[in-house]
């Protein structure tokens, strides 16, 4: 009796376990969405990190104090909770004078129009990164993948394939 006993409450503990445990993938709520169009249906490719996350883009992947225009083809999992300003001074606060062989005007290299993927068919992720060339990658922490001062949202020649890792 004391084994049948115990059997019964380790299958009463599974069957609990089952039903309170941990909702199955396909019921959870997604972390990767489609900017959707009026319709309700996935717009020119363009895919972000959900703003249920926090420190990302606003609803349907639109811009913000932080982040600029998402590009079309584009994949943004960039996270940000600070504008490109506040990013390019408090990590590093590197200017463009400030270099052994260039000397600039004292602007702050990693400061932006916007964080994220921005560029056509660009790819953005970790933190505080910029993909604004076509076909641009960015990883890593602070970094700018193309022009810090404009977005290319097509295929011209120029601005394309750039390509950064690591840190500012």
């Known amino acids: 009796m004391k084994y049948f006993t115990l059997t019964i409450i380790a299958t009463f ?7 309170y445990g941990q909702p199955a993938d396909q019921d959870k709520k997604p972390a990767l969405v489609f900017v959707e169009n009026g319709d309700g249906n996935p717009f ?3 895919t972000y990190i959900s703003s249920l996350r926090g420190a990302s883009r606003n609803g349907n992947g639109n811009s913000n104090g932080a982040f600029g225009n998402i590009a079309d083809w584009s994949v943004d999992m960039v996270v940000s909770e600070k504008s490109p300003e506040q990013a390019a001074n408090d990590f590093g606060g590197f200017r463009d004078n400030q270099h052994p062989l260039y000397q600039g005007s004292d602007a702050l290299t990693q400061n932006s129009t916007g964080l994220g993927a921005l560029g ?11 993909a604004s060339g076509v076909g641009s990658a960015v990883f890593g922490f602070n970094n700018i993948a193309g022009r810090q001062d404009a977005e290319s949202r097509g295929i011209t020649g120029d601005d394309i394939g750039q390509g950064v890792f690591g840190y500012a």
């Open 13 to 19: 503990a599974l069957s609990i376990s089952n039903v």
């Open 44 to 46: 020119n490719g363009q």
């Open 120 to 130: 056509w068919a660009s790819f953005g992720a970790n933190a505080y990164n910029r």
